[in-house]
């Protein structure tokens, strides 16, 4: 297996002395302002890019000291990268959101197909110029969707796979599944069921070296709400067992030709580390996590009470808490970024 020597080293920036990738995401924006607008009493107009700048910032100073890279946004992310601790490296988000105050109105991630673009005035070379050691697209995919809408969605992956080769930076791919019919991808048990089988073939689909995805950023292949057996069950319908979760685990992992990590997608802190101790448990091959809200977001109400200062002093606490007992879990079970490929000693640097 080729790889480039910036890629080979950013790689190594990114992930922890054993190879495997403890990320923090911060990058959050539209749902950020949604929180924050919540948490202190305002309205969405009413949070101030100084209030996101604040809270990405607290996180980041406070959380980097446990966690071998942070995920961050340009718009309201750069002072949480300049607070980032020594040694922890950098993701930077490329796609648009809903937040943005001065793209908001060419956004579009609704249904049927969820459509979104890259920020208008930002490229990876801006991102390598802020300290970038890798870049993180976010797309929403369903495998059967119409091919007017994958199309695009296809071809931007690989235009920015190609731009990510060029500067020699890895490129992190996040895929979010959908139902086609517009139903709620977290609450319907059809949806639940349909889960596995998409998230496996969307998997497959990115392996592709097409596209020059370095590490695919993936969801659980199952809504632990309806696995029957797992402390998360949420008591309504059983779409699967805790065998048959075990099971669609591997058969995710198993369509990754690609070193792939695991997102939290909003849920708390105790579903993602048993999401994590179940992967552990099914033996699959993973390399680590990229997980934000599951880490920091019961800190929104401190913030709403005390501001950043109150953010922060939770976050010695609570934050850390919560990092480090999902490090604990990861460290049983993720493997080195690298042993997709082999090993160290099957990498050809180029």
């Keep these: 297996m080729e790889i480039s020597k910036g890629k080979y080293d950013r790689m190594e920036n990114i992930s922890d002395e054993n190879g495997v990738i403890k990320a923090a995401a911060m990058d959050q924006r539209g749902s950020l302002v949604r929180r924050l607008s919540s948490a202190c009493g305002v309205e969405n107009e009413e949070v101030t890019d100084g209030m996101m700048e604040e809270f990405k910032e607290a996180v980041s100073e406070v959380l980097t000291s446990y966690a071998s890279a942070i995920l961050l946004d340009p718009e309201w992310g750069l002072p949480g990268a300049e607070a980032r601790q020594e040694g922890t490296g950098l993701v930077m988000s490329y796609e648009k959101s809903s937040a943005s105050r001065k793209y908001s109105e060419v956004y579009d991630h609704k249904l049927p197909a969820k459509i979104n673009e890259l920020i208008p005035d930002w490229t990876v070379r801006k991102s390598v110029e802020q300290g970038a050691d890798a870049v ?43 139902g086609l019919d517009g139903g709620d991808w977290k609450n319907d048990p059809e949806l639940a069921r349909e889960k596995p089988d998409v998230v496996t073939r969307t ?110 002093e939770w976050l010695k606490e609570g934050g850390v808490a919560n990092i480090t007992k999902m490090n604990a879990i990861i460290d049983e079970g993720a493997k080195p970024w690298y042993e997709v490929y082999g090993g160290k000693e099957e990498l050809e640097i180029v």
């Design 136 to 178: 993180k697209l976010l797309i929403y995919y369903h495998p059967d969707e119409e091919g007017i809408y994958n199309g695009p969605k296809e071809a931007m992956v690989e235009r920015v796979g190609a731009e990510c080769a060029h500067h020699e930076i890895p490129f992190f791919l996040e895929f979010i599944g959908y």
């Design 203 to 312: 998997i497959e689909e990115f392996s592709q070296d097409k596209y020059n995805v370095d590490v695919l950023k993936v969801e659980f292949p199952v809504n632990m709400k309806f696995a029957k057996g797992t402390d998360s069950y949420g008591g309504e319908e059983a779409v699967y067992d805790k065998e048959e979760v075990l099971e669609h685990f591997r058969q995710a992992a198993d369509a990754a030709r690609r070193p792939m990590i695991y997102l939290s997608a909003g849920v708390d802190a105790p579903q993602m580390r048993e999401s994590l101790r179940l992967a552990n448990e099914a033996a699959v091959d993973w390399n680590g996590v990229l997980c934000g809200r599951a880490t920091w977001q019961n800190g929104l109400v401190e913030y709403g009470k005390d501001g950043a200062q109150g953010l922060r």
